[in-house]
């Protein structure tokens, strides 16, 4: 839907329930697309939102479940276009503390950008517009960039990592970073890393009969075995594009939930917000075709 009397840059705004997503041209005329996703108060009259913000146009990694990835990449933004996503959220009346680096594109494959909007983010006065309590960082995988983040052992930026398999035949088949970097490379990078307390995010997009079995279940226990990783489960949610996938049914979802929770592992299900304006995970893209 588009929309008069927006701030500037901000093209497109849609809503659906409490979630704010919006589009931002770029001075190129390039978009991204942010969504403002509020959070579980802990104490009444405390009101959280978290912020989904774009790294790059599009994408370089090609998953097939992710209407980013469908978008083959167009190019990094610089740290001042990262920041630029802050800033419009507040200008559209959100009010984030936290910031999650999980929209568009690939953080650690933009890493020096987006690296300099964290420290910027981390140097920022207390109450002011770009002021975040905590941010998280997703990265299918990437291990040039995982190894740099490594070095920095950053406190305040926690690290989630999209799984989406629980072996290299079915990960090769959905992510083709997993054909460059394998799931042992993965692991042994994870175990290199400077984890507080061992602990990271496991994000695990479900496809009904392709990952969501009892047994790919035991598998992905037993890969994340030596972790206290925490796993979010994320039915799939449909991209133009994806008609070959299908998210499991609430049932099946709890049984893949249910034997994780068998073997020792924290495992929850993302509550899906935003699916109808297509600001769920994976479906953020800047094709009119797409989002």
Same mark, same amino acid.
């Given at each position: ?167 290299? @035949?079915?990960?090769?088949? %959905?992510?083709? *970073? !997993?054909? &460059?970097?394998?799931? /042992?490379?993965?692991?042994? +990078?994870? $175990? ?9 995010? @496991?994000?695990?997009?479900? %496809?009904?009969? *392709? !990952?969501? &079995?009892?047994?790919? /279940?035991?598998?992905?226990? +037993?890969? $994340? ?67």
């Amino acid at each position: 839907m588009k929309t008069t009397g927006l701030p500037g840059g901000v093209t497109r705004l849609r809503r659906e329930g409490g979630i704010i997503k919006f589009a931002l041209r770029l001075s190129d005329g390039a978009e991204v697309e942010s969504v403002v996703v509020p959070m579980r108060e802990r104490a009444p009259g405390r009101e959280r939102a978290s912020l989904c913000v774009s790294t790059q146009v599009g994408c370089r990694m090609g998953c097939a479940f992710c209407a980013t990835g469908r978008m083959g990449f167009v190019r990094d933004l610089e740290p001042a276009e990262i920041m630029a996503q802050v800033r419009a959220a507040r200008l559209l009346g959100a009010r984030p503390t936290n910031i999650s680096f999980m929209g568009m594109g690939e953080p650690l494959d933009n890493f020096e950008n987006w690296a300099a909007s964290v420290r910027l983010l981390i140097g920022a006065p207390a109450g002011s517009a770009v002021a975040m309590n905590r941010m998280t960082v997703s990265t299918c995988g990437f291990l040039p960039g995982l190894s740099r983040l490594a070095a920095l052992s950053w406190k305040r930026v926690a690290l989630a990592v999209s799984l989406n398999a629980p072996n290299d @035949a079915i990960r090769s088949s %959905l992510m083709p *970073i !997993n054909r &460059r970097h394998p799931m /042992a490379s993965l692991r042994q +990078a994870l $175990l290199d890393y400077p984890l507080r307390r061992g602990v990271f995010m @496991a994000e695990y997009v479900l %496809l009904r009969g *392709i !990952n969501d &079995r009892p047994e790919h /279940a035991d598998e992905l226990a +037993a890969f $994340l075995e030596p972790f206290r990783a925490s796993v979010n489960l994320i039915p799939y949610n449909g991209i133009r594009g994806g008609e070959g996938f299908e998210p499991p049914t609430r049932a099946e979802t709890e049984r893949f939930q249910g034997r994780l929770r068998l073997a020792g592992r924290h495992a929850v299900v993302r509550e899906t917000k935003g699916r109808r304006i297509a600001a769920a995970c994976g479906q953020l893209a800047t094709d009119p075709g797409q989002s």
